[in-house]
T-cell receptor, first 111, second 117 residues
Framework: GQSLEQPSEVTAVEGAIVQINCTYQTSGFYGLSWYQQHDGGAPTFLSYNALDGLEETGRFSSFLSRSDSYGYLLLQELQMKDSASYFCAVRSRNYGQNFVFGPGTRLSVLP | ETGVTQTPRHLVMGMTNKKSLKCEQHLGHNAMYWYKQSAKKPLELMFVYNFKEQTENNSVPSRFSPECPNSSHLFLHLHTLQPEDSALYLC????????????????FGSGTRLTVV
């Protein structure tokens, strides 16, 4: 089987930096993705890491350590519109190359 | 239209009803998915179609029946549902095929909010 763990809630203020962690247990690991979902909206794709290291896309960065079965999403210069749920998702051979999603982290950005 | 479109957005049905959810994508993708999103639970993969062939059926009860007539359309037929089936049902698409190692994400629709009464 496989499992993913994320903190359930994170709170930060505008302009700050926040890191959302994700740990996973699986075999046949291919990669780790991050998605953002606003209330009532569709999950939207943010990033995909197949190799170790940090990938940066604008204010958002995603990190992966395959040896530690760990990744994180880093959000910089937080804005109110970043308040949303963030899901990590693992792609693995165990699941037919499909993505399995974590429970999600609710990020609240305060003024 | 672009992206992934799901209809209806909201659906209320009795336990003896039969209804269908529809998903349509205009992205030229070859894989389509049904996910269930319940309160306080992770997204649960239900069905996967790759090039119109069902490649995954994640132990979903038979009261849920998928149909994929072509690469652009996906249906979820519902009958004799239970109140615990109330949830947000999300459709997604991706390029499909053997793309391990390639950087891509799923494109999700906005979902159908289903309430079983």
């Amino acid at each position: 089987g496989q499992s993913l763990e994320q903190p359930s809630e994170v709170t930060a203020v505008e302009g700050a930096i926040v890191q959302i962690n994700c740990t996973y247990q699986t075999s046949g690991f291919y990669g780790l993705s991050w998605y953002q979902q606003h209330d009532g909206g569709a999950p939207t794709f943010l990033s995909y890491n197949a190799l170790d290291g940090l990938e940066e896309t604008g204010r958002f960065s995603s990190f992966l350590s395959r040896s530690d079965s760990y990744g994180y999403l880093l959000l910089q210069e937080l804005q109110m519109k970043d308040s949303a749920s963030y899901f990590c998702a693992v792609r693995s051979r165990n699941y037919g190359q499909n993505f399995v999603f974590g429970p999600g982290t609710r990020l609240s950005v305060l003024p | 239209e672009t992206g992934v479109t799901q209809t209806p957005r909201h659906l209320v049905m009795g336990m003896t009803n039969k209804k269908s959810l529809k998903c349509e994508q205009h992205l030229g993708h070859n894989a389509m998915y049904w996910y269930k999103q319940s309160a306080k639970k992770p997204l649960e993969l239900m069905f996967v179609y790759n090039f119109k062939e069902q490649t995954e059926n994640n132990s979903v009860p038979s009261r849920f029946s998928p149909e994929c007539p072509n690469s652009s359309h996906l249906f979820l037929h519902l009958h004799t549902l239970q109140p615990e089936d109330s949830a947000l049902y999300l459709c997604a698409s991706s390029p499909g095929g053997d793309t391990v190692g390639q950087s891509y994400g799923y494109t999700f629709g906005s979902g159908t909010r289903l309430t079983v009464v």
